[in-house]
């Protein structure tokens, strides 16, 4: 996986960063995202 950032030149440079560069279907946001495991302390 790649991070960018945009770096742009002139008299005053900027940076802007754009995030990270892979893709992904819809279906298969649970393998990134999976359901919250929950604690119950008592």
Same mark, same amino acid.
């Given at each position: 996986?790649?991070?960018?950032? +945009? %770096?742009?030149?002139?008299?005053?440079?900027?940076?802007?960063? =754009?995030?990270? &560069?892979?893709?992904?279907? +819809? %279906?298969?946001?649970?393998?990134?995202?999976?359901?919250?495991? =929950?604690?119950? &302390?008592?």
């Amino acid at each position: 996986m790649d991070h960018l950032i +945009k %770096r742009t030149g002139g008299v005053k440079p900027k940076v802007a960063e =754009k995030g990270p &560069l892979f893709k992904i279907n +819809k %279906r298969d946001l649970s393998l990134l995202f999976p359901e919250p495991v =929950k604690y119950y &302390l008592t």
